[in-house]
């Protein structure tokens, strides 16, 4: 499958707790963006990665929310402290160019804070 | 106003209806537009893209781009069961906007 891996698909949190999101992006593909989807709302862009750098975080919260795309491994979106309102489908989407109109995404990781 | 508005629906019609699906959006600045499908508990799945103004037909399934008046429209002729999904708008200048998505069911 050289689709875009999400893991976990699910992941219960009690408030307090750390989530830590992974995102493989398909084979070839260098750019990495992150979105949050509320039930009955869009997608909203959260943060665009390339291998190593942050590009654009300008829809990622201030605090306790942090983004990296290492040389070696998966995208990871990690969510300190969780609360309530971290519930949601947070998904991974990936491209072979710095084109954000041809993106590929991945079935998404199920977050419940409870 | 949002930047991107669609109508949640919910829209239900029998097999082999026209299904017509709009988004109106705000943003001049937007040069790209595409749709997506998603099943339920599943990612979104590009349909089409289309660039500026214009159509652009590929088997059932027809998008169209009004720069003039901010809109854009998908259309599904013949539809089937299978295309029973939530089909999300969204228009990319230098980043993706995305609309809110309409909830459609083909009933057999």
């Known amino acids: 499958n050289a689709g875009v891996m999400q893991n976990p698909r699910h992941l219960v949190r009690r408030r307090g707790q750390e989530a830590r999101l992974r995102c493989s992006p398909m084979k070839g593909h260098s750019h990495v963006y992150w979105y949050r989807q509320l039930p009955e709302e869009g997608l909203k862009f959260m943060v665009y990665?390339?291998?190593?750098?942050?590009?654009?975080e300008s829809g990622m919260p201030k605090e306790r929310f942090s983004a990296e795309f290492p040389k070696e491994g998966p995208s990871i979106l990690r969510i300190q402290q969780v609360v309530r309102g971290d519930s949601a489908a947070y998904f991974c989407?990936?491209?072979?160019?710095?084109?954000?109109?041809?993106?590929?995404f991945g079935p998404g990781t199920r977050l419940t804070v409870t | 106003q949002k930047e991107v508005e669609q109508d949640p629906g919910p829209l239900s019609v029998p097999e082999g209806a026209i299904v017509s699906l709009n988004c109106t959006y705000s943003n001049s600045a937007f040069q790209y537009f595409m749709w997506y499908r998603q099943y339920s508990r599943k990612g979104p799945e590009l349909l089409m893209y289309?660039?500026?103004?214009g159509n652009k037909e590929d088997g059932r399934f027809t998008a169209q781009v009004d720069k003039s008046s901010k809109y854009i429209s998908l259309f599904i002729r013949d539809s089937q069961p299978s295309d029973s999904a939530t089909y999300l708008c969204?228009?990319?200048?230098?980043?993706?906007?995305f609309g809110a998505g309409t909830r459609l069911t083909v009933k057999p």
């Open positions: 969204a228009m990319s200048a230098n980043d993706m906007r």
């Open positions: 990665l390339q291998k190593e750098n942050i590009i654009d």
């Open positions: 289309t660039y500026s103004s």
């Open positions: 989407a990936s491209s072979s160019r710095q084109l954000a109109y041809e993106q590929y």
